[in-house]
T-cell receptor, first 119, second 113 residues
């Protein structure tokens, strides 16, 4: 079953409004989570790293004031797209690493993704 | 993290083995080869990873060349549900480097009846 849950799976909003996307680790704690964005027929692009209890780290070219990230607990990170515009329409995906077994380090688990459409 | 090169697309027949190549000629000694796949409109799914030995699990097999400059993901009996984009990613072990993944273009695999 899913180990990372993302909600909502899709959302339509009006231009100028804000949208919040949640990412939860279901049976493990994640001090770090990652947010990706994917445009049609393109690969995933990392937007930011969400750190529990501290500020998020944004990739170059990603506006931190537009994409607000809050990692308030060890199992929840949220991404808020503020003042959304049609060009923000995309598929947003979160990821959380979970410690692996057998000395192979952690694996990255991904949420189901959220398709945002701004009209 | 080392760069990878994959063919942009490939078709395979249902029930046959699908062999997906990946070149990673600049791989470092402490870097693993990871494979993920993304079915349309879903988040990526972990498949398998390895360092230098061949690996097998319930989903696939990973064959890494002796010089580690390339690898092949093998889906032993492809089904229609294996249609997806497959990503080959080379990076150090998660515990060592912040855990983020950098995705390339991947290979768009279409399994045909």
């Amino acid at each position: 079953g899913a180990v990372v849950s993302q909600h909502p799976s899709w959302v339509i909003c009006k231009s100028g409004t804000s949208v919040k996307i949640e990412c939860r680790s279901l049976d493990f704690q994640a001090t770090t989570m990652f947010w990706y964005r994917q445009f049609p027929k393109q690969s995933l692009m990392l937007m930011a790293t969400s750190n529990e209890g501290s500020k998020a780290t944004y990739e170059q070219g990603v506006e931190k004031d537009k994409f607000l990230i809050n990692h308030a607990s060890l199992t929840l990170s949220t991404l808020t797209v503020t003042s959304a515009h049609p060009e923000d329409s995309s598929f947003y995906i979160c990821s959380a690493p979970r410690a692996g077994t057998g000395g192979n380090g952690a694996e990255a688990f991904f949420g189901q993704g959220t398709r945002l459409t701004v009209v | 993290d080392a760069k990878t090169t994959q063919p942009p697309s490939m078709d395979c027949a249902e029930g046959r083995a699908a062999n997906l190549p990946c070149n990673h000629s600049t791989i470092s000694g402490n870097e693993y080869v990871y494979w993920y796949r993304q079915i349309h409109s879903q988040g990526p799914q972990y498949i398998i990873h390895g360092l230098k030995n061949n690996e097998t699990n319930e989903m696939a097999s990973l064959i890494i060349t002796e010089d580690r400059k390339s690898s092949t993901l093998i889906l032993p009996h492809a089904t229609l549900r294996d249609t997806a984009v497959y990503y080959c990613i080379v990076r150090v072990a998660f515990k060592a480097a912040g855990n983020k993944l950098t995705f390339g273009g991947g290979t768009r695999v279409l399994v045909k009846p």
